[in-house]
């Protein structure tokens, strides 16, 4: 009998049930749910709806039962950094506020008079976004006392979801380090940070490794599903499943997780948190079986798709690859890394301004709006190179890039053209397959993380791009 297992891959505008399974050696995937997802305005926050998320994800477990494919297991990732506080009745304390919304402006200042910049990063090894759970709470601790005073559980998103389908609360380590609270030596909550910070270390659950069996379903969502089903602990956080698909086994490579977000860097066993890294802004952010995934975020194609939407996405993604190859010879050049880019109530004006204000030439057509944007990506990839290969004394020879990102061929190619390295992109999903790989590992369908990324290898189709691309 075939087994299955199921990846619900939710991510900041859509979700996805994706239902795999091994023949022949071989791993397949069926799309067999898809749902929309964003931030919406509550009380003058941008927030995220999780009473629907979770609707839509029975929804799809439904449709498992619809078309006769019960998963053995499932598994849930999402985004970084958000999180829910629960009450004594397990009850959310007050809207579930998004990482874009601007309630933690000011908050790094409170936090830098209870513990210095420099020492945090050395604590933490986490770079600083002003997004991040430490100033989320802070945020919450400053502006809502009472919500702090009476919380006695905190989840991040995957773990409440968890906890929705099963009854049992879990941390999950990789989502857990990108909080900034988590010490990379004993890889657990740092209690002193905490209590430094005011905050309450009881609600902070023991944090659990990809791989953990979180439980089966309550009684009342297998009488609403129609089964039951073993809930695993996947790398919950997106990238971490992503990075857990790279299709390569040895360390010569610098990966890129490309989708809203681009997370490029590499994977290592022991953080590197010196303030020469703090200063390239690198991260060391939590992978699978106690990696750390030495990275930098870099804004991605969140750019690119909010200009789709503001021009009503009558353009696909390809169009726009197109229209940007014939205005190639456009220079203007943003950073992609700007707070500006963040949450700007229009990106392409937010671009052109950032062009004027820079004394550049403003983008007169769709093409070169898109050009400079994905220019821009692929200088900051190569920065971004030069700065891993300096702070660890060594060359890459190639790049990795997985997730949705992989599709853009231009983008690949600049890439390659930029950073003078062979390019190998995909698979394109990356992120769940990478959740799935640590059921599948749970399950002994590998005996090694090894075996799982060359299946992976053997599975999907990866594009090689030449560092001598042409892009004209």
Known sequence: MQKYYLAVDIGASSGRHILACLKNGIITLEEIYRFENGMVKKGGNLCWELDRLFEEIKNGLKKCKEIGKIPTSMGIDTWAVDFVLLDAENQILG???????????????????????????????????????????????????????????????????????????????????????????????????????????????????????????????????????????PATHDTGSAVLSVPANDDDYIYISSGTWSLMGIERMEAECSQVSKAANLTNEGGYDYRFRYLKNIMGLWMIQSVRHELNDVFSFAKLCELAREANVFTSRVNVNADCFLSPDNMTEAVKKYLRDTNQKEPATVGELAACIYHSLAESYADTVKEIEKITGRTYSRIHIVGGGSNADYLSELTANYTKKAVYAGPTEATAIGNILAQMLKADEYKTLEDARTSVFNSFPIKEFNRNCKTI
């Open 95 to 233: 809207n579930t506020v998004g990482y874009r919304d601007k309630r933690t402006s000011g908050m790094d200042v409170i936090v830098y008079n209870k513990i210095a910049e420099d020492e945090l990063y050395n604590r933490t090894g986490i770079q600083k976004q002003i997004f991040n759970t430490i100033y989320q709470l802070m945020a919450v601790k400053t502006q809502n006392p009472d919500y702090m005073e009476k919380a006695e559980s905190f989840l991040m998103i995957p773990d409440y979801f968890n906890y929705l389908l099963t009854g049992n609360k879990l941390n999950e380590y990789t989502n857990a380090t990108t909080t900034q609270l988590v010490n990379p030596i004993t890889k657990d909550w740092d209690d002193d940070l905490i209590n430094q910070l005011g905050f309450n270390r009881k609600i902070f659950c023991e944090i659990s490794l990809p791989k953990t069996v979180v439980g089966k379903f309550s009684d009342q969502v297998k009488e609403e599903i129609g089964f039951d089903c073993e809930v695993i602990l």
